[in-house]
């Protein structure tokens, strides 16, 4: 069979599979995910392969299929973004197009999840996949669960969509909810420092966007900056009445290099009074993780093993992906998959057909010559 023929092939077993994930709602809220529906369809799917579905409770469900002995690890998480309502047709039935599958999901990313089900039934050679449900929202778990169990890997190799790239640097992610108080009064009189939980809660936001300014030539592996993003402010109750409470929320994304406990703690600290209430909400650690020395070997390494599976490596990126959780737990991981950021939980979500026909003909032959 020819390359071209064999593709083809491989672009046509993928789109079949990617129809069927995107039948199956696994959007993430509500997260109502459960061990049956979409993994039992991928249980049929893996003959030959030792097949674990884990269900660590609110949604969150991982399959782990191994056959062989493989060397590397490809992830791929299966939950969605809700559907928008500019939404202009069924987000679960794909349309295929001359280039491209629309429908939830295709992009971000079960067209991965597809082409790695196509690969697996069109070869016999080792292969190892982890697939996760709870990505897309807080409460992580799937991943965490499974580091407990110790399973060696050379690397782990993270889908999501990096047009085909191996991406070996992202930025962390961190969010805060914090609370200043006040006093409540009057606003017809002098208000003090401490008076007004509103006039704090600005304050913070002036200095913290100070603080940010002053980070701009920072840099790691293309990155450069901090990136910041104050996403809500709440409190006061009228204009003449001085506020007793602020809520802020706000989030953060370092750098590898860039440590995050001094980061909130920084920003804890920025103004008098000091917040009353101050609580990390998510924390997703940047790739690679480590301090400086330690995340440019990994950084290194992870380049070598892209070129040796022959992964054009790419720019490192500000979004985040599981990745880093595997670089925290002392993998060596890199991002590779189909598809294009840009159309990742957009209306009308959609994935070229040539990204597909890719990354599924880059799996083959890292299976197909056993370094899987």
Not at 45 to 72: I, N, S, W
Request: glycine residues 10%.
């Amino acid at each position: 069979m020819s390359a071209t023929l064999g593709n083809a092939t491989l672009l046509d077993a993928t789109l079949t599979h990617l129809r069927a994930l995107v039948s199956y709602d696994t959007r993430n809220p509500p997260r109502s995910i459960g061990t049956g529906g979409i993994f039992d369809y991928l249980r049929e799917q893996l003959p030959g392969f030792d097949v674990k579905v884990t269900d660590y409770g609110a949604g969150a469900v991982t399959l782990y299929a191994v056959r062989g002995r493989p060397k590397y690890l490809f992830n791929v998480h299966l939950d969605t973004v809700p559907d928008s309502p500019h939404w202009t047709r069924d987000p679960h039935v794909l349309e295929v197009t001359e280039d491209r599958a629309i429908g939830l999901g295709t992009c971000d990313i079960k067209g991965a999840a597809a082409a790695l089900v196509a690969v697996a039934n069109a070869t016999e050679g080792d292969l190892a996949l982890l697939l996760s449900t709870d990505e897309e929202a807080n409460d992580p778990r799937c991943i965490a669960g499974f580091l407990k169990e110790g399973h060696k890997y050379d690397a782990v190799i993270v889908a999501e969509p990096t047009r085909g790239e191996a991406v070996l640097a992202h930025r962390g992610i961190h969010s805060v909810q914090m609370r200043f108080s006040g006093q409540a009064g009057h606003a017809s009189g002098e208000i003090k420092v401490s008076d007004s939980a509103v006039h704090q809660a600005i304050r913070w936001g002036a200095a913290a966007l100070n603080h940010v300014d002053s980070l701009t030539h920072e840099r790691f592996g293309g990155l450069t900056g901090l990136r910041f993003n104050i996403g809500r402010v709440e409190g006061g109750i009228k204009a003449n009445m001085i506020a007793p409470t602020a809520d802020v929320r706000f989030g953060f994304r370092p750098l590898p290099s860039m440590d995050p406990d001094q980061l909130l703690e920084t920003f804890r600290t920025l103004v008098q009074p000091q917040p009353v209430s101050y609580e990390e909400l998510f924390r997703g650690m940047s790739l690679p993780a480590g301090d400086v020395s330690t995340a440019e070997t990994r950084r290194l390494a992870a380049r070598d093993i892209a070129d040796e599976l022959g992964i054009p490596v790419g720019n490192a990126v500000n979004f985040w992906t599981e990745a880093a959780l595997f670089s925290e737990a002392g993998y060596i991981s890199f991002v590779s998959g189909p598809g294009d950021i840009a159309q990742a939980h957009t209306a009308d979500e959609w994935v070229a057909l040539d990204q597909l026909q890719a990354y599924a003909a880059t799996i083959y032959e890292i299976v197909n010559r056993g370094s899987a």
